[in-house]
Each structure stands twice: as C-alpha cells, then as structure tokens.
Nanobody, 123 residues
Framework: QVQLVESGGGLVQAGGSLRLSCAAS????????MAWFRQAPGKEREFVAA???????YTADSVKGRFTISRDNAKNTVYLQMNSLKPEDTAIYHC?????????????????WGQGTQVTVSS
C-alpha cells in the first residue's frame, strides 16, 4: 500500500510556472506507475501525465510541450513541472499510483490517490 501527498500548487499568472511534487510513503515506490490527473469545477477528471516503472512518459495533448512528469525513486517522489501555464490549466491536481497497469492513462486503473493540490492560473 502507498500513501500520496501532493504539494506545490498555488496561484500563478498566465505564462508562469509551477512544480508539483507528490511524496509517497510505503514500500516499493519504484514498482508503482505514477500519474497526474486534474479536475476543474464542473468538469470530469482529466489525465495529465504518467510515468511507468522506467523512464517512459505519457502526456495529454492539451499539455504536451508545456508539462513534464518525472520521478525520483530514491526520494519516493514524482514531479510535474508545469510551464507556460494557461487559465484553462486551473484545477485540482491529483497524484495517483498503481502497480498493475504500468502504462495506463486511465484513471480507473489507478487505485491510490492523493488529496490533491489546487492550481489557479490568472489571466
């Protein structure tokens, strides 16, 4: 089992940057695929980025070229670097983990979730 805690959210102007972190507790962090999803008010949860057990990453078209996911297994942490932020990136960002579907971009395949961190981008 793994517990996830996100940090790094906040208020930023359009064009700015933020780096989200997700710290995982529990064992065997390196055996979990990790992902970021986001949910804006009145909208469905949306895939943002994922990283498998190695270095392969997946990124949603809406953030491609602006957001980068990475992981540091020594620190049990996954990151989301967000550049060139837009007002439409405003949402609660959730970190997620799963041990079985290591290349999934589907939220239903992830069984561990953090509480989320708010990102607000002003125009």
């Amino acid at each position: 089992q793994v517990q996830l805690v996100e940090s790094g959210g906040g208020l930023v102007q359009a064009g700015g940057s933020l780096r989200l972190s997700c710290a995982a507790s529990g064992r065997a962090f390196s055996t979990y695929a990790m992902a970021w999803f986001r949910q804006a008010p009145g909208k469905e949860r949306e895939f943002v980025a994922a990283i498998n057990l190695g270095i392969r990453t997946y990124t949603a078209d809406s953030v491609k070229g602006r957001f980068t996911i990475s992981r540091d297994n020594a620190k049990n942490t996954v990151y989301l670097q967000m550049n060139s932020l837009k007002p439409e990136d405003t949402a609660i960002y959730h970190c997620a983990a799963n041990r079985w579907y290591t290349d999934s971009t589907e939220f239903r395949d992830y069984n561990y979730w953090g509480q989320g961190t708010q990102v607000t981008v002003s125009s």
